[in-house]
RNA sequence: GGGGUCGUAGGGUAGUGGAUAUCCUGUCAGGUUCCGGACCUGAUAACCUGGGUUCGAAUCCCGGCGACUCCGCCA
């Protein structure tokens, strides 16, 4: 509903401009501690008028045409604060607010945006996830909540590289090493891929091997795609069931080698020696990119392709499916995003947007897969959800079993998808994990215990017989927690529009809100109130929940009703 | 050597030109006759440094210092 406000008050803030002849470029509206929206265009226009902002802005408030649609506005007032100009909203705004929420979240048909390709996670199948595959896979699924919401067609992709050296590594492993029987796929594939690389190390005959079995997969061997499809598979099982339990899903596993089977990458090749700057060292072929020092390789000396060449391959074909193509990468991807980006405008290929996140660190180093030094995502889970028992067992005794492990999986999970989401995407994120299973921390049990508080007052006033009726009287939520409340609510929409490509802004709106929605239950009884402000209360309440539930939800976290 | 990102209270972190710089944690002091104390209130304490642009800079530009990272016919 606050979309809706700030709507309003462009349109009227436009025609007091107008009348008074001010010729501006932007209105600057904001939103402010000293009004629910500010204007600071006085400024901009003090220097064109040569007059101080403080007289511009009482100005533009006198031209203001406040009073004619008293029926429909949702503006109470607005005053010129200095330079500034502030609006507020009225009662019939905090209303309206509730009545939205209640007739629920409109369609997103209605407004279609286009479709959106987004790529996230897309680890090699070579073993489990990490911590560092965490931060992608739930930066990248936050985002695709948001954008959903926000109205958007989207649809989710994993980049399977099984064209890469290590795949081979671990491929060649499994006619010496034999799968572990009893062990979750993703990792039984990992110890197979460590125990080759020592082989390796060993025995440089073992890398002749591999060499030649990349040549064959490459040629398209069908004994030797047999093979590699039984590693890839197996270990895209395991990781899918790890993303499952982060609430996590893809749309799409594309693999990479399609593009080379398929003749993809051979069309792009072609297409680069015709249309971009190329050099021949020896056999192979090396791309001049504008801006960037460094020379591309696109195909080896033995004719082969490289990651580069088949990812430009694949970004051209998700390019034609959509309006939008949006790539969640690490770090350490960035010069090559960049390389990316200007091969394909060579190719005239719409040019992908990418959400570039930082590394997670271990307090020891570095992560690699190869030395086995990383923590498994599936370890970090199951670590965080015993904590998290600890605490529903301490704290809720009297629930059974089941129940108690339900909400520990909830809270736990949500704990650490928080956590992820929670800092800017391009924050260095040293990991540790007492800190990780410190569940105290206003994180995302903090707003679940908000949602479930809401639960639990709705619950005891349905068992003493009061009912959450439409026929509540708004305006007689008159204390100043009910309405800052209410104001935070409204702003669920204009939050998910306006950070598209931030998903921690959405994660400080849900702490904000749960943070408003305590300091009412603090301040304001509701079940022990007058009839008629109970039922605006139980209203309020009611709606409290939903958002919080809704918001929950596009951060991926479930909203447990008791915990 | 070249490029990139980051530098905000003791630690972590939000804020990308505008009003008294956000929140967590830490430390100290408080709060429940009332719907769940995983809650709430108060105190403490910060924009790396030097220039520049601007009416106005944590925010933009340039230099310095520091941290991390990328620069392979790997992926």
New binding site residues.
């Given amino acids: 509903m606050f979309l809706e406000f700030k709507e309003e008050v462009e349109q009227v803030l436009k025609e007091a401009l107008k009348k008074a002849s001010y010729e501006y470029k932007e209105l600057e509206l ?1 939103e ?1 501690e ?2 629910d929206i ?1 204007s ?1 265009v006085a ?2 226009l ?2 064109a008028y040569k007059k101080p902002p403080e007289i511009i802005a009482a100005d533009i408030v006198n031209h203001l045409n406040l009073e004619i649609p008293a029926e429909n506005t949702l503006i109470s007032d607005a005053v010129a ?2 330079p ?1 100009i ?1 609006v507020y909203v009225n009662d019939f705004f905090l209303h309206k607010t509730l009545q939205k929420i209640k007739e629920g979240i409109e369609p997103a048909a209605e407004k279609k945006k286009g479709k959106i390709i987004i790529e996230h996670t897309s680890a ?1 199948p070579d073993g489990p996830l990490h911590i560092g595959h965490l931060r992608n896979a739930i930066i990248g699924d936050v985002l695709v909540r948001v954008l959903k919401r926000a109205g958007y067609d989207v649809e989710t992709h994993y980049y399977v ?1 099984d ?4 795949i081979a590594v671990a491929v060649c492993g499994t006619e010496r090493i034999a799968f572990a029987a009893n062990k979750k796929a993703d990792h039984a594939v990992a110890d197979v891929y460590i125990a080759a690389n020592r082989l390796i190390e060993e025995n440089s005959d073992f890398l002749k091997d591999v060499e030649k079995l990349m040549r064959e997969y490459e040629a398209g061997d069908e004994a030797v795609m047999r093979k590699y499809e039984v590693v890839v598979k197996k270990c895209l099982s395991g990781i899918q069931a790890s993303l499952q339990r982060l609430n996590i899903q893809h749309d799409l596993f594309v693999w ?1 080698s399609e593009f080379v089977r398929g003749g993809a990458v051979e069309e792009v090749m072609e297409e680069l020696k015709q249309k971009g700057n190329i050099k021949f ?4 072929l090396l791309l001049q990119l504008e801006g960037i ?2 020379e591309l ?1 696109i195909q ?3 004719g082969t392709s ?3 060449t088949r990812d430009l391959a694949y970004h051209r074909w998700k390019s034609d499916r959509c309006d939008r193509v949006i790539d969640v990468f690490g ?6 995003s960049q390389q990316l980006s200007k091969a394909l405008e060579i190719l005239r290929v719409k040019v992908p947007e990418f959400v570039i996140f ?2 997670v ?1 271990l307090p020891t180093g ?1 992560l690699s897969t190869r030395a086995g030094r990383y923590i498994a995502a599936d370890e970090l889970m199951e670590k965080i959800e015993e904590r ?1 028992y600890e ?2 067992d301490k ?2 005794g009297d629930l059974d079993e089941g129940k108690k492990l339900e ?1 520990a999986k909830k ?1 736990g999970i949500g704990a650490l998808r928080y956590d992820m989401v929670k ?2 995407p ?4 040293t990991f540790d994990f007492d800190d990780a299973l410190d ?4 994180g995302a ?2 707003i679940q ?1 908000s949602h ?2 809401a ?3 709705l619950m ?1 006033a349905e068992e003493r017989g009061y009912v959450i009726a439409d026929d509540y009287d708004a305006s007689l939520l008159r204390e100043e927690s009910e309405k800052e409340l209410i104001k935070k609510l409204s702003k669920l929409g204009y939050v998910i529009s306006s950070s598209e490509l ?1 998903p ?2 959405v994660a ?1 709106y849900a ?1 904000e809100l749960a ?1 408003s929605f ?2 009412f ?2 301040d ?5 109130a007058d009839a008629g402000l109970r039922k605006a209360r139980l209203a309020l309440v009611d709606c409290a929940k939903t958002v919080l539930s809704d918001v929950l939800d596009v951060l991926g976290v479930e909203s447990p009703e ?2």
Wanted: proline content about 2%.
């Fill in positions: 904001e402010s000293h009004a500010s600071r400024f901009s003090a220097r604060a200095g500034y502030n090699n590289n064209m890469g050296r290590q990479e060292d020896g056999s192979a020092e460094k390789v080896r000396t033995d490289l990651y580069t770090k350490d991807h960035e010069l090559v930082e590394f660190s570095s998290a605490e529903v704290r809720r909400i809270v800092v800017s391009d924050k260095h994120i569940i105290e921390k206003k049990p903090f215990y479930a508080r639960c639990s007052i005891a931030k921690h802004l400080k702490r943070e305590n300091l239950y603090k304001c009884p509701v079940l022990n008791e915990m």
